[in-house]
Each structure stands twice: as structure tokens, then as C-alpha cells.
């Protein structure tokens, strides 16, 4: 308990010096509020951003959907949601693809060429073509969080499928394994490592992808709001929005990597 | 008749710029509830053999057959057991026991009976809901036993099996081994470098030359059960097998020798 606390007090040092540093540069004077607001104040341009804009009225609406109608609450549902719905699609297409790929050398053969063309585009340089297609809102942004999502997930399922051990292919074929049970009980959990640690990189795209997407294409989300606040000058606001986005990916990040732990919980390279 | 009969059975391997004759001319026919021992220096392509009578690798040329059909494919009549285990690591202990059942499509109530049986008899009840990598490897190996044990095939084909533990819990699974022999009576082709291990366990030892892969000698080992490893009779027989694989060895030796000096 007490190697805990030393170990907080000593993460802590840093950090606070830095806000001290900046507090006290921004409360001199040595730079504008435009340039470099003061952590204060974007502190209390965060809480402000969280909390919601109306008095609660208990005849219209819960206490909860109240509390959470504010700004950012809504920001950050929104930029969410796109992150989940694209990862879905952009996962859900490249896992069937990347297993049939890994287990046939003629589809790897077939689809290869055409992968190895595609993966280097970063789906930032998609945006034009996303809005032709898809035109506004939800739609080319999800198209975008999908293709960033898509390539990780994929070259690693390919690669999972692949490193399968032979000897496991062998004892399941000698327990009676046909090919159907094979590839459903012994290559897909044997590839789990590799396909989860695609899918941890892929919701970083994800979220990195959403972000520039908002910023083009839709009129919410925690994206969207950072540019909107650069038009009115508010740097405050700018980095209250960069800080959430920040802790948002954190969450992300933490809850994919318990998912791992959990669904790994058989393997070897996880034992602490 | 004999129930595995393996006839002019060779084994050519292709690498880049030269062939290894694995094995050659290996004529072997092992008798229903027969222990037969595979033995023979690190090369001598008693694995090969063995992996051939599983179906994993089929012969280049001769052929083998078990209870009168050619081998093709593997299958569960053919149980095999491997050096490293081979356990599927995502599956806890009571479900790889479970894996060959499931794929008979038995139904759950008898598989559950029947892991129930297996883990007592392996002493495993306390770690049906463990994963392989909690277990150590004396552990590991009587869950891959219990797993070919779960299928009932009547062959019983083990690759150097008790190869990575140490002599103790070698020791004691030899025992409990020789103890499921003798209750099930299946036909077993155990691969071994340990000459001890051979004449411990084995109704026959075959011992095989190095390259090319031949059989050197068929001997039936009449020692009556258990057998005293301090015992003089043992001890004989061990003197003259290690002379034959010795011979062996050092002509494995020389030829890595001279392979190390040609580069």
C-alpha cells in the first residue's frame, strides 16, 4: 500500500511541475491567453464544456439524461459511436478475410497484390473520395474509421494464421479433427494473440482517424469541437477538448487490453 | 496377424541440393497388445518412422498398413503422444481431455463421465479447470495421455514421450504407463534415445542404424515385470544394446564432424 502511494507521489512530480511552470508563465504574462491559456483556466472551461447548458426540468426529461446533456457529453457519445461502428465494419470485414487468407495459399495468392497496393494510403487521404461517395455526416466518417481499422486487423490475422503451430494441427487431426473443427477450434484460438494485438492497434487508427474525420465531415463530436473552438479563438476550450480526447482514447485503450487479458488468460507471455 | 505391418517402407527427404535417405528397407510387423520400442541416436529416423505409421508423413515408397488397411491419413485409431506435449493451450485440462470425444460427437453426459474416469485414474481431478501453462511438464504429459486414452484407440503411438522431465517423474510415468498397458492391453510404439527406458518398458526393442534408417536389431526382452534397472540380467542387456547404439552415434558424430568442416 504504501509502495502504491510513493509510487503515485513519484508519477506525480513531473506533471505538477510542468502545470506549475505553465500556471505561473501564463499568470506573468509571458504569453497571450490565445497562445497558451493558463491550466486554470482550462479547467474550468472543461467543467463548464461538461456540464449541461439548461436548468434541469424535472417534467421533461430524467435527472441522467440531464446531467449528461452537456456539451461534451454528447461530444465524445458522438465520437464513440463513430469509433465502434467503424471498427465493427472495418474488423468484421478484415477477420473472414485475413483468416481465409492466412489458411489458403491461393486466396493469399488472389488478394495479396491488391492489399499490398491499398495498405500504405493512410484513409486520411480517403477524405475526398469519402465525402464524393458518401457526401456528409456519419456515413464518411465511418467509411474512414473502418479503412483505418481494416489493414491492422487484417495483416495480423493473416500473420496469426499463420504462425499456428504445426504440432497443434497435428494432434487435432490425430484426435479426428476434420477441417471445419480445425479452423474453429485450434487456428482461431491459436491465432487469438496476433488477431487481438491487430485489433488493439486498429482502434488506435480508429480513434486517430476519427478525429481528423470530424473535423471535415460532421458537425459534433470531439473533433468537430477543437476546430470549432479555434474559430472563436478559444485555446482553452482547444485543449479542454484535446484533454478528452486524450482521456477517451485511455479508456479505450485500458478496456481493450483488460478484454485481452481476459481472453488470454491461457497464455504463456501474460504470467506476471 | 500381426496388426501393424510395415513393408519396404522408405523415406527420402528433398532439401536443396541433396536428398536424406530417412529410411530404408524397414520391414516390421508388431502383434496386437505388443510394447515396442523404437530406439535408436538423435537422426536415425525412428520418429519418421513413427510419424509414418501415424499418417502425418507418408512413406515414399513400401507401404504400412494397420489392421490390414493402408495408412493414408491420421486418424484416432492411432493415438499419438509427442515430446512437447502438444496440449492446446486455450483449452483448460477438462476440455483437451474432452476434444477427441466431442469430435465422435458423443454424447455430453458420457463425455463427462468419461473425463471424470480418465482424470481420476491420471490423478488430474484437482486441475480439470487449469490451463496447460499452470501445469508442469510431468503434469502436461499425463493430460496428453489422458487425451489419446479418451479416444480408446487401440494404438498407442508415443514420440519420446517422458523425454523433457527429469528421472523422477520419468520414472513414475513409465510406471503409471506400463500400469494402463497392462488394464487397456493396447498396441504401443514408443520412440526412445534412452537405452534404459527401452528395456524398462519394452516387449521388443528395435534399435535403428543412422543414415539411412534401418533396423539393426529386433530384440524381444524377456525380463519378467517390474523390472530392476540395478538388476545384473538388465544390466547385460543394456551393455550389449549400448554398444549397437553407440556405433551409431559415433557414426552420427563423424558425419557431423566432417559436415562441420566441409563449411
Known amino acids: ?52 447548458t439548461d436548468v434541469w426540468n424535472p417534467a421533461a426529461q430524467s435527472w441522467l439524461a440531464w446531467a449528461l446533456s ?37 486466396i493469399y495468392a488472389l488478394m495479396n497484390p491488391l492489399v499490398q497496393i491499398l ?20 456515413p464518411p466518417s465511418v467509411f474512414l474509421i473502418a479503412l483505418g481499422a481494416f489493414f491492422p486487423v487484417l495483416m495480423n490475422t493473416i500473420a496469426g494464421v499463420r504462425h499456428v503451430d504445426g504440432i497443434y494441427l497435428r494432434a487435432a487431426r490425430n484426435l479426428g479433427a476434420g477441417q471445419w473443427t480445425l479452423f474453429m477450434r485450434v487456428i482461431l484460438p491459436a491465432s487469438t494473440p496476433y488477431i487481438l494485438a491487430g485489433v488493439r492497434i486498429g482502434i488506435g487508427t480508429a480513434f486517430i482517424v476519427v478525429i481528423v474525420s470530424e473535423m471535415i465531415a460532421v458537425n459534433n463530436g470531439l473533433g468537430f469541437r477543437i476546430l470549432e473552438a479555434r474559430e472563436f479563438m478559444w485555446s482553452d476550450k482547444i485543449i479542454a477538448g484535446m484533454l478528452t480526447i486524450g482521456m477517451l482514447g485511455l479508456a479505450l485503450d485500458t478496456a481493450v487490453s483488460r478484454l485481452n487479458n481476459h481472453l488470454l488468460r491461457w497464455h504463456r507471455g501474460l504470467e506476471h | 496377424m500381426a496388426q501393424i505391418v510395415v513393408e519396404r517402407v522408405a523415406k527420402i527427404f528433398h532439401s536443396r541440393d541433396q536428398e536424406v535417405v530417412a529410411l530404408r528397407d524397414i520391414d516390421l510387423e508388431i502383434a496386437r497388445g505388443e510394447f515396442v520400442c523404437l530406439l535408436g541416436p538423435s537422426g536415425c529416423g525412428k520418429s519418421t518412422l513413427l510419424n509414418a505409421v501415424a499418417g502425418f508423413s507418408p512413406p515414399s515408397s513400401g507401404t504400412i498398413r494397420v489392421d490390414g488397411r493402408v495408412v493414408t491419413t491420421p486418424g484416432p485409431d492411432r493415438g499419438m503422444v509427442f515430446q512437447e506435449y502438444a496440449l492446446f493451450p ?158 551409431e552415434q559415433q557414426r552420427h558424430a563423424a558425419e557431423e564432424m566432417q559436415l562441420t568442416t566441409a563449411d
Open chain 2, 90 to 247: 486455450w483449452m483448460t485440462v477438462a476440455q483437451n481431455v474432452a476434444f477427441g470425444l466431442q469430435m465422435q460427437k458423443r454424447p455430453k453426459q458420457e463425455i463427462a463421465t468419461r473425463i471424470g474416469q480418465l482424470l481420476d485414474m491420471l490423478k488430474l481431478k484437482e486441475f480439470r479447470d487449469r490451463f496447460p501453462k499452470d501445469l508442469s511438464g510431468g503434469m502436461r504429459q499425463r493430460v496428453a495421455i489422458a487425451r489419446v486414452l479418451a479416444i480408446d484407440s487401440p494404438i498407442l503411438l508415443m514420440d519420446e514421450p517422458f523425454g523433457a522431465l527429469d528421472a523422477l517423474t520419468r520414472r513414475n510415468l513409465q510406471d503409471e504407463l506400463l500400469r494402463l498397458w497392462t488394464e487397456f492391453g493396447k498396441t504401443i510404439l514408443f520412440v526412445t534415445h534412452s537405452i534404459e527406458e527401452s528395456i524398462y518398458l519394452a516387449d521388443r526393442i528395435v534399435v535403428m542404424t543412422y543414415r539411412p534408417g534401418t533396423i539393426k536389431r529386433d530384440q524381444r526382452v524377456a525380463l519378467p515385470r517390474p523390472r530392476d534397472p540395478a538388476s545384473q540380467e538388465f544390466n547385460e542387456l543394456k551393455r550389449e544394446l549400448g554398444m549397437l547404439v553407440m556405433e
Open chain 1, 119 to 138: 495498405r500504405p494510403i493512410p484513409p486520411i487521404a480517403y477524405i475526398p473520395l469519402a465525402i464524393v461517395w458518401f457526401g456528409l455526416g456519419n
Open chain 1, 1 to 52: 500500500m504504501a509502495g502504491k502511494l510513493k509510487a503515485f507521489l513519484t508519477g506525480a512530480i513531473v506533471p505538477v511541475l510542468v502545470l506549475a511552470v505553465w500556471e505561473a508563465t501564463a499568470r506573468a504574462g509571458l504569453f497571450s491567453p490565445i497562445v497558451l491559456p493558463a491550466p486554470s483556466a482550462v479547467a474550468i472551461r472543461w467543467w463548464a464544456y461538461l456540464l449541461p
Open chain 1, 70 to 106: 452537456g456539451e461534451l457529453p454528447s461530444d465524445a457519445a458522438g465520437s464513440l459511436y463513430r469509433v465502434l461502428v467503424g471498427f465493427i465494419v472495418g474488423a468484421g470485414l478484415a477477420l473472414p478475410l485475413g483468416l481465409l487468407m492466412g489458411a489458403s495459399e491461393s
